[in-house]
Each structure stands twice: as C-alpha cells, then as structure tokens.
C-alpha cells in the first residue's frame, strides 16, 4: 500500500479528484450497477487510472428518499471493496455517518473519513476520527434523506451553512481534530432547493474562505436536470462539468465525480487557458 498524507495532495494548488464508487443498490446516478464487489473494485481501478487521487467507498445511499440499512449490511458491502482499493495506490474515503463501519473500513486501509452529519449522526464517530489521526470531511445536510427533500427551509442558505460549519470547526478542535485535517462539504442536494444549491455554488468562494478545503460535490444532481431539460442522472455531465469548473475557478480543492477522465480533462484545457 502506498502511504500519502493529505498535506501532500494540497502542495502545489492542483484540483483534487475523488471519484465515486457507490457499493448499493439504490444509488440516484448507477442504480446498483457496483453492487458486486468485483464491479466495485473493477470500477475504482478505472477511476484511478483516469486520474482520481482518492476513491470515496459507500455502501448506503444517503440520496433523497433512502432508506437507513442495518450497520453489518453496510460493513459487508465495503469490507472487500475498501481491502482491495486500498492497494491501488489512491486514497480511500469511508462514505459513512456510522462509527463502527468507519473504525472496519480503517481497519481495512481507509485514510478519509466522509460523514455526510459533519460527525453529528453517531456519537462515537468524533472519537473514531480523533484516535486514527485521519482527514475527516464535514458535510452539510439538512434533515435525514428519508425526508430531507420535503420543504427544506433557511433563513439565509449561505449564511445558515457557513454559521453550521464554523461550529463543526469548533467542534471538533474542541474534540482533538486539528483544522489541518478537516475539509468542508456545503452539501449540494442534501436538503436544499434548486434555488438553494445555486446559491450555495454561487457563493463557493465563501466557504472556501473559512480555511479548510472545500469539496464540492455537484455530479450528475438533480438541480443540472431542473436547470435543464429534466435529463436523467447519466445524461447530466455537461452539467457536472459547469459546476466543477465554476468551483475551480472560486478556489474549491476536492472535487467528488461520476466522471474522473472527462473532469480532469476539463480542468487540463482550463488551466491551460488560464496561464495564457
């Protein structure tokens, strides 16, 4: 296994992909295509021969309208999933609110831990994270998925999340998690209106001027098909693309894709445009 740092992929300014492997069957964008774990490690390896720096492993769909699954089920989607991936040479980020599947997928090779509750679901997950020394990304998210679509209100959406992810901050240095290891997640879709995550994507810069890196994860959401023409998960790169180039352009450093090549191909013709 190749052993890296986190500091070591933020030297030098480059985006940093993170390419999705969703190990379910009720995913909004692959609909369980890698449910099976050979397709799951299959995929990741392609993801990161495409470019993807780190892998972010699931195995329980937080899209609206999901359903909780039991904690085993969980750990026994990823388990072998996470074993694998961790010798490829990328980093691997634990998709998961639940401490117990998180100290496994640790245990299995996982450097990241990915907590769509800002380590606010479980209990014990802030400990997990203190005691394994690991990179933790605090996301936003309004409500659990099972209902977070259903009339999410703000007061101020940009202002409210900022306001929410300066506590988690405070959190967790309160809780031995240095802010060196810490990475925000506005969290586009996770109980936001369409008017909201472009508020939120309009004001990237914002988030990114609290200090941590922020990772923005617009792939394939449903808010590119409200804005269009109600194209269906697949069809919505051109979409995705838009958005991650307006966060590169605003100074977002994570950048969680469906679509790594096609990305990273983006961002090359960008950046080359953009020392002209």
Known sequence: MIKKKLGSLLLGGAPILVGIVNVTPD????????????????????LVHEGAQILDIGGESTRPGAQQIDVKEEIGRILPVVKELAKVGAFISIDTRNSATMEVALGAGAHIINDISALSYDPRSVSVVADAGVPVVLMHSQGAPESMQVNPIYNN???????????????????????????????????????????????????????????????????????????????????????????????????????????????????ALEKI
């Open 27 to 46: 995913s909004f964008s692959d609909g369980g295509r890698y449910l099976s774990h050979d397709r799951a490690i299959e995929h990741g390896v392609k």
């Open 157 to 271: 959406v940009v202002e409210d999340i900022l306001q929410y992810l300066k506590e988690r901050i405070s959190f967790c240095e309160a809780s031995r998690i240095d802010e060196d290891r810490i990475i925000l997640d506005p969290g586009i879709g996770f109980g936001k209106t369409l008017e909201d995550n472009l508020l939120i994507i309009g004001n990237i810069k914002i988030f990114c001027d609290l200090g941590p890196p922020v990772l923005l994860g617009g792939s394939r959401k449903n808010f590119i098909a409200k804005i269009s023409r109600d194209e269906p998960p697949q069809d919505r790169l051109p979409g995705s693309l838009a958005t991650a180039l307006w966060g590169l352009s605003q100074g977002v450093r994570f950048f969680r894709v469906h679509d790594v090549k096609e990305t990273r191909q983006a961002f090359s013709v960008f950046q």
